[in-house]
């Protein structure tokens, strides 16, 4: 059994992504798609392209110089702005707080009392 050389699948002749100079050159380009664009970038953010002695930098194969992650990651997030914008807030939520012990016994007493309507709502019927 032989085993695989992962170096090998590094220098091959043809890599798509090595035609871009730099992030912003996948982010503009108009014939990706953003499933494209994102793996294209996620890729060159990974690890295995991580150099050594500087982690915050990447050297991908077929690119002439090294890539900061910041720059990477920026693109990125650029990328996700355009198709995946932020939930939107409602009002804040407040925990209700009683002011006194007069306040929670007459909160209690509504409930019981609404509960009893319930009740007396559905034996009517």
Request: aromatic letters at 6%; glycine letters at 4%.
């Amino acid at each position: 059994m032989t085993e695989a050389n992962p170096t090998a699948v590094l220098k091959t002749p043809f890599h798509p992504a090595s035609h871009y100079r730099c992030p912003s050159d996948v982010l503009r380009d108009t014939k990706l798609s953003a499933a494209e664009k994102r793996l294209i970038l996620s890729s060159w953010a990974s690890d295995m392209y991580a150099v050594e002695s500087n982690p915050s930098l990447r050297e991908v194969p077929g690119v002439p110089h090294r890539i900061r992650l910041d720059d990477i990651l920026s693109v990125l997030r650029q990328l996700d702005d355009g198709f995946d914008p932020p939930p939107c807030g409602g009002a804040a939520m407040r925990a209700w707080r009683p002011a006194s012990l007069g306040a929670v016994a007459r909160a209690a007493a509504a409930a019981k009392d609404r509960s009893a309507r319930r009740r007396s709502w559905v034996a009517a019927r």
